[in-house]
């Protein structure tokens, strides 16, 4: 049966996980394209219902998705082009969706490799930039993101957007400071800080694995005590008037310097 109505409980429950609050409550998410519902298929996320309009889904891409051995035993729900569009977060929407669970990790039952990396975001609060940096991170290698303190939604519709996916393949992580000082002493696990303050050019220092990259707030930078626990500060040099860099865009550029100096190791280690 195709839902037709705006008004039906299972529409109004999806456009309700919209908001941060109805996303604590009950866990879940919601997607929508082919290339978000693709990745989270292909990766295996728990997805509790799949949300079709097919007068709107008419890619062969899209098509195989729904033939998927992964999602054979998930619930779907037909809708028609005009419920899609009122649930949809971007404009010309492709016709597939779904509602999946979070998945959160605990500091504690990570396993941490010797090569790991790590991205720790200090009451980071836009979510087009901390979804900027889990596609940054995904796409460098990293295990995860540390979020720290109180900072933006990694489900808000706007940080899926920009993750591109990538939310599928990382470890999402929230932690208080005192946990993630412990857990990271504890795994012996270095701390490399940025900051405009900081006497080291980013490119001048060897960076140790394990390793988390410790990334400020938007407006604030990194805390005094957050600066006082980094094994070593790094920053990135500017020309011109701008007095600072998008935190997402820093965080790519740090993380790409840590990517080439561990394909420059790759290469010289037998």
Known sequence: MMITSFSNPKIKAIRKLEERKARQETGLFFIEGLRTVGEAIQTGAPIETLVIAPQLLISTFGQSLLAHPAVQAVETIT??????ERIAHKDGPQGIGAIVRQQWHSLNAIPVSSTAVWVALDRIADPGNLGSIMRTADASGCQGIILLGACAD????????????SIFSLKLVTSDWESFLKWRTGN?????????????DYQDITYPRPLVLLMG???HGLPAEAVAACDALVRIPMQ???DSLNVSVATGIVLYE?????????TIEP
């Open 79 to 84: 809708v028609s082009s005009e419920v899609f």
């Open 217 to 219: 707030s938007e407006r």
């Open 258 to 266: 840590i990517y080439n100096q561990s394909k420059k190791l790759d």
């Open 240 to 242: 011109g008037r701008a």
């Open 154 to 165: 990694p489900h808000d519709p706007t940080a899926v957007k920009a993750s591109m996916g």
């Open 188 to 200: 012996q696990i270095a701390l490399i800080g940025t900051s405009d303050m900081a006497p080291t």
